[in-house]
């Protein structure tokens, strides 16, 4: 029997779930692809939205260095703290401050041509009005600068979440986030990307598939990365024996031969645009 460790699905603990299980194997890797893709140089001012515990703006700091600037932005205060107590834990001298601003994307608290470049990594799909977000980012865009974008990409196999919906599902048929996953609102075609950036104003769109794998260390942790995603919350409303189950379930689900952890070869589409002058 799993240990059901209760405060694994305390709500409240979902940041700090995010930031120790999913992070590191799966965000870190993709923020630095995205970063990369951006093609940052010293000291610009780069905006991060929707920027969870910071694994893109940590990413993008590190590249603009002490002469630029980083401003991480997301709605969730639990998201950022604990991205404010990763940068205490672990700083880094060499890269940008990093500044970290509560807000919706679809209300970005920055002045109009602000930023030289936006980055957003796996948050336009939770977003309701995603052409608005788009057109927010524009806003914020010094004339000339630019915007890159990352999402799941539909129907593409996308590990572990697909296997914590699947076990979520069983045991919660009500499943918000389950259905919602189920049902594809959670990734993006190409031409879904490129069409909010279009129809958000920016000019030279493009969208394009990217791979990268990932693989956990242990089961133990990547079952437990279900603590970090809105599936903690709705699991805290079980009782500890059925919670229990579900993460026996998905050590079994996700166990390859021999018992360990399996790579999952992951796709996202990756979306640019220009702010015109
Ligand atoms: C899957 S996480 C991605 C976090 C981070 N970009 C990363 O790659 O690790 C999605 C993030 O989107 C944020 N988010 C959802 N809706 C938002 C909105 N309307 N405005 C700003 N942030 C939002 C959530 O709080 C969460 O931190």
Do not use: K
Request: overall charge negative.
């Amino acid at each position: 029997m799993v240990d059901p460790d209760r405060s694994l699905f305390e709500p409240a603990r979902v940041a700090e779930h995010y930031r120790r299980y999913l992070q590191p194997v799966l965000f870190d890797p993709w923020a630095r692809r995205l970063v990369s893709y951006a093609g940052l140089v010293p000291g610009q001012t780069v905006l991060d939205v929707a920027a969870g515990t910071g694994a893109v703006a940590r990413a993008a700091a590190s590249v603009v260095g002490v002469g630029g600037r980083v401003i991480a932005s997301d709605i969730s205060r639990a998201m950022l703290a604990a991205l404010a107590a990763d940068l205490v834990a672990e700083p880094d001298q060499a890269a940008a401050p990093i500044d970290a601003l509560e807000c919706s994307a679809a209300a970005i608290a920055l002045p109009d041509a602000s930023v030289d470049v936006v980055l957003c990594h796996q948050g336009l799909p939770f977003m309701p009005d995603r052409v608005a977000v788009a057109r927010e980012m524009r806003r914020v865009l010094r004339p000339g600068g630019t915007v890159f974008v990352a999402v799941w990409a539909l129907g593409e196999r996308l590990e572990p979440f697909d296997s914590y919906a699947a076990v979520v599902r069983r045991h919660l048929p009500d499943s918000p986030f389950a259905r919602a996953m189920a049902g594809g609102t959670l990734s993006m075609t190409t031409g879904q990307v490129a069409e909010a950036l279009t129809d958000g104003g920016f000019a030279q769109v493009a969208a394009t598939l990217e791979h990268l794998a990932v693989r956990w260390p242990t089961l133990h942790d990547e079952a437990r990365g279900i603590a970090g995603t809105p599936f903690g919350p709705e699991i805290a409303t079980m009782d500890p024996e059925a919670t229990a189950a579900i993460l026996a379930e998905l050590e079994e689900t996700l166990t390859g031969a021999g018992g360990e952890s399996v790579e999952h070869p992951l796709v996202a589409v990756f979306g640019r645009g220009t702010a015109a002058g």
